[in-house]
């Protein structure tokens, strides 16, 4: 899931609506899609996003939602949550980076 709630857009000078248009994009929906969510056209979304991608200085949806997300403009939650492998419990192991353990049953 993609939050913008506490959105600090006014800081990196965004629009309220840029970061939810952003959000709709790390989703991975197309723009399309984007366009009917926000009550835009297609065409109305590729030109925000060019304009987004000059103002990040990035080339593309990814590069974009990546900056925006270390600026803090948008955050992302993990969706959905960890799974189950195999029947076994699984552990999400809380470190820098995401990782999924498999804990081994206790055995009697």
Not at 1 to 26: F, K, N, P, Y
Not at 90 to 96: A, L
């Amino acid at each position: 899931m993609v939050d913008v709630a506490g959105c600090r857009a006014s800081e990196c000078g965004c629009r309220q609506r840029d970061a939810e248009l952003i959000a709709w994009v790390a989703t991975g929906l197309v723009n399309d899609a984007i366009g009917r969510r926000m009550s835009l056209s297609s065409a109305t979304i590729r030109h925000y996003l060019i304009r987004l991608y000059a103002r990040f200085a990035v080339s593309n949806k990814a590069e974009l939602v990546a900056r925006a997300i270390a600026l803090g403009l948008i955050s992302v939650r993990p969706w959905p949550p960890a799974p189950t492998l195999c029947n076994c419990p699984v552990e999400v192991v809380k470190r820098p980076t995401c990782a999924l353990r498999v804990v081994e049953p206790a055995r009697g």
